[in-house]
């Protein structure tokens, strides 16, 4: 079975920084586009970024460009998103998602980041 | 990056069915076939219910149909049954390498 398994979320200060990891088991992960789906307390889902089969494409939301930053590592199955100057509105579940089929696929359970002083 | 529209909230009787509408532009729904549907739970993460705008996934119910006309989605639900109730949301595509969108948002309640 697809497994995606977040973690890395927590309280951070506006300003600061956390690194979100999501480790993928089941599937040929170096085979699939991979992203990151973000959801705020009580609000939609909004698609924060994404990357391709070998990192040579890579694309964010315009709120998160120029202070996110996603990566992943085939050899160990894994995603990453570097969030750096983070602000009150970026306080969300932040997923990953497999992307197959033009859809998201799969997704991981979610891990939360809370933004607060 | 907008957003697609999708109503609210819509209600319906076991038994009924219901439809849930996504409206774009013609740069996101209405160009392209790459309209999915997602399911999520209290608490939960989203679940693929309809992907390329009418295709199920393996597992999912054939209560669940979904289709398009112009810059309009819609994911239908016959059959209504209690467990069917949650927040539905369209997303769309328009190439690689473009943003993803989703709507807003449907509460679903089962009357």
């Known amino acids: 079975d697809v497994q995606l398994v977040e973690s890395g979320g927590g309280l951070v200060q506006p300003g600061g920084s956390l690194r979100l990891s999501c480790v993928a088991s089941g599937f040929a992960f170096s085979n699939y586009w991979m992203n990151w789906v973000r959801q705020a307390p009580g609000k939609g889902l909004e698609w924060v970024a994404n990357?391709?089969?070998?990192?040579?494409?890579?694309y964010y939301v315009d709120s998160v460009r120029g202070r996110f930053t996603v990566s992943r590592d085939n050899t160990k199955n894994s995603l990453y998103l570097q969030l750096n100057s983070l602000r009150a509105d970026d306080t969300a579940v932040y997923y990953c998602?497999?992307?197959?089929?033009?859809?998201?696929?799969?997704w991981g359970q979610g891990t939360l980041v809370t933004v607060s002083s | 990056q907008s957003a697609l529209t999708q109503p609210a909230s819509v209600s319906g009787s076991p038994g009924q069915s219901i439809t849930i509408s996504c409206t774009g532009t013609s740069s996101d729904v209405g160009g392209y076939n790459y309209v999915s549907w997602y399911q999520q739970y209290p608490g939960k993460a989203p679940k693929l219910m309809i992907y390329e705008v009418s295709n199920r996934p393996s597992g999912v119910s054939n209560r669940f149909s979904g289709s398009k006309s112009g810059n309009t989605a819609s994911l239908t639900i016959s059959g209504l049954q209690a467990e069917d109730e949650g927040d539905y949301y369209c997303?769309?595509?328009?190439?690689?390498?473009?943003?993803?969108?989703f709507g807003g948002g449907t509460k679903l309640t089962v009357l």
């Open positions: 997303s769309s595509n328009r190439r690689p390498g473009t943003p993803w969108v």
């Open positions: 990357i391709n089969q070998d990192e040579s494409e890579r």
């Open positions: 998602a497999r992307s197959s089929d033009w859809s998201f696929d799969n």
